[in-house]
């Protein structure tokens, strides 16, 4: 199987599955009374384990992609939430919504960014859950609420796998380039101090083979390979300008060009 030479508009079924560590550097302590900062899962198979939500590192990723392209001046004035401009580099790898975003174009872009729920290596050892005094954000008064607070341990292993949908040597580099420059996670209630990012290998299939939750409860994981060898990457800096250049192109064969 080779990479795609261009990026197309429908999804041709190429997939290139990248399985990741990240490790943390510093202790973490997460302080949470909201569902969605939930950072334990308890798997059947697997017992309770650390989990960080593939939500939080996408946004993450997200969020590196878009500096990097604004320090290349390619379309600096993307930005997120409502300010997406629907036709950047970014904007095709991770998908955006046109009628909502200020640039209020009559089309979506489907991300091609996928991934999964990260999982910790090691059990999840203790949790102390605890009542205490929230403030409320809106109106600073205090209540009772149900506070968690959780030490995740330094060199903390987590597994995942991210998996690029349709990749072309160019959005290969952009986001291999990116995992690297991944070294900090955080949220609103946790102080997460740095972490590693290591790439395991690459499996380049028609299909999304890998997943971190089958090889911590099996160890069973296809072997991994290089990026294709006859294929070059580009590098990071040139692997945005000519993407820029594909999207544009791609937009305008959707769009007649208006
Ligand atoms: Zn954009």
Redesign the pocket.
Known sequence: MRLLDQPTLLSTGVYLQIPMKITLLDEAIVRSNEPEEVLTFKYKELGNRFILPWRKIKGKLRRLV?EKQRGLQI?AD?ALKDD????????FLFG?TGETSSARVPYNILSRVYGETFISTDKVKDITPYTANAVREQDLTTGQALLSILTVPKETIFCGVVTLKDPTPETVSIIVDNIGRLSRIGARSVEWGRVQTRIEGYYLSDRETLSAYLVLSNGAQPGLTGLPADQTIPTVDDAYRTLDGQVKTLINSLTGGN
């Open positions: 878009l379309h993307c997406l401009c629907m036709q950047c580099p970014t904007c955006g």
